[in-house]
């Protein structure tokens, strides 16, 4: 009942990730995470279908990997996202995140080569606080995004990067700088907000 709060993450390959003391202490039923993995399964199925658009992955074997998202409250996303990179033996693996809770950053920092975390607050509720519009993004502006940036990488179909001087080399495309982020006045609401 409170979707913003993560018990646990899936990601491509099978990958489950649980916070087994959270399950407990919420009462949370095997058959509950059961079902919920059943139906968010089914919901990266249908995203990794219809993101890529007939796209292959990115190769990522020895390579550099960043990992980015919007922030870090109990790390669930990204231990999985950590967890399902590992399997593609990547070269390095860096997380970046403009805000975390401190705990989290020291244990993703734990699993991978380097962390950044730009503000870690001392008192940390939820990612949604600190963000003026925390709406969750359509599909129709993540396919605009990709296809954009699948043109301006040139992805080829063995799915490295073509172009430039060396295979992992790209040069995006000129984009105008978010406003920054004002930590000492968090706007929103952590109604709806999500790790």
Do not use: K
Not at 60 to 83: E, K, Q, Y
Not at 132 to 139: C, G, H, K, L, M
């Amino acid at each position: 009942g409170r979707a913003e709060l993560a018990m646990g993450a899936i990601a491509s390959g099978g990958v489950r990730v649980l916070n087994d003391t959270l399950i407990s202490s919420l009462g949370i039923t095997s058959e509950q995470v059961a079902a919920v993995t059943a139906q968010e399964t089914a919901e990266l199925a249908r995203r990794e279908l219809a993101y890529r658009g007939g796209r292959p992955p990115v190769a990522i074997h020895g390579r550099t990997v960043l990992l980015i998202d919007d922030g870090m409250a109990t790390g669930a996303s990204m231990f999985a996202a950590i967890a399902a990179l590992r399997q593609q033996y990547p070269m390095r693996i860096v997380v970046a995140v403009p805000v975390a809770a401190a705990a989290t950053c020291q244990q993703v920092g734990a699993l991978v080569d380097e962390v950044v975390c730009a503000f870690v607050p001392e008192s940390f509720y939820a990612v949604g606080l600190w963000y003026d519009d925390f709406e969750q993004a359509e599909d129709a502006t993540m396919l605009a995004l990709l296809d954009q940036r699948a043109c301006e990488l040139r992805i080829d179909p063995a799915g490295g990067v073509a172009g430039g001087s060396a295979a992992n080399e790209f040069h995006p495309a000129p984009r105008d700088e978010p406003p920054p982020l004002d930590p000492s006045a968090p706007a929103g609401s952590s109604d709806g907000a999500r790790t």
